[in-house]
């Protein structure tokens, strides 16, 4: 039997909502590139939430499973991943976000300047987005929303290893091993600090 999307039709929509929201970031980062001959990023990564994690968000957040508590009360079905190589290129791409026609930021958390406490570091937006496609609320142009992670590489390469390892069970050190967890993340973020200051020294120069 084929269980219906908790997306309901609006899931047709999300596909064509992350790619015109992809192609505005792309577009915006080349006028950049022609701009400043340096690139404000050094990969981009989409996904869309899966039926099965969204199904387990809305009853973690004890929220029915339906297409408008998936879509508007829950705001990261569709996501973005922006990693860049310097802190400062993730403020320089943030004040251009701002600028994207259609595109208003509605959220954000600077887990940059401050980190959480396991150490983990990103910047999270949430964005409305205007779309031609009706929403949940029955209004066309609809109204979508998105969930815009910004990280260094270090921060990147921080979390993908945190992420494996949060699933490791029956660990009996596990003190242990949270702290290491965030001694590695101050040094990483020390490090994005001394990349950054290179830079500027490599550019001043
Ligand atoms: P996926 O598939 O990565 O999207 P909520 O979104 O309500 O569950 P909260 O606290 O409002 O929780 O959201 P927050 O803090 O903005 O973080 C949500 C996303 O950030 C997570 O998405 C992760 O991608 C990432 N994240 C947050 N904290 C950590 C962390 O400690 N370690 C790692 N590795 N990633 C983190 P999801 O929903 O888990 O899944």
Redesign the pocket.
């Known amino acids: 039997m084929t269980e219906t999307s908790i997306y309901g039709k609006y899931g047709a929509y999300l596909p064509l909502i992350l790619q015109q929201l992809k192609a505005q970031i792309e577009q915006s980062a080349q006028d950049y590139l022609a701009k400043y001959g340096c690139a404000l990023y050094e990969h981009l990564n989409t996904r869309l939430?899966t039926e099965d994690?969204i199904r387990e968000?809305c009853a973690r957040k004890s929220l029915p499973p339906t297409p408008r508590a998936a879509l508007y009360d829950i705001k990261?079905a569709i996501?973005i991943r922006i990693v860049c190589s310097f802190i400062d290129d993730i403020y320089a791409i943030i004040a251009r976000i701002r600028a994207l026609d259609g595109v208003t930021i509605v959220n954000e958390?600077d887990y940059i300047k401050k980190a959480?406490p396991?150490g983990?570091r990103?910047y999270?937006l949430i964005l409305a987005l205007e779309t031609p496609y009706e929403d949940v609320n029955g209004s066309t142009p609809g109204r979508y929303f998105a969930e815009l992670?910004l990280r260094t590489i270090a921060m990147d390469s921080w979390?993908a290893l945190?992420?494996q390892m949060k699933y490791k069970k029956n660990i009996s050190n596990q003190a242990l091993i949270v702290a290491e967890l965030k001694r590695c993340a101050d040094e990483l973020a020390a490090c994005d600090v001394s990349m950054q200051t290179i830079r500027e020294l490599i550019r001043n120069s």
């Open positions: 939430k994690s968000k990261d996501g958390k959480k396991n983990y990103s999270h992670q979390a945190e992420h």
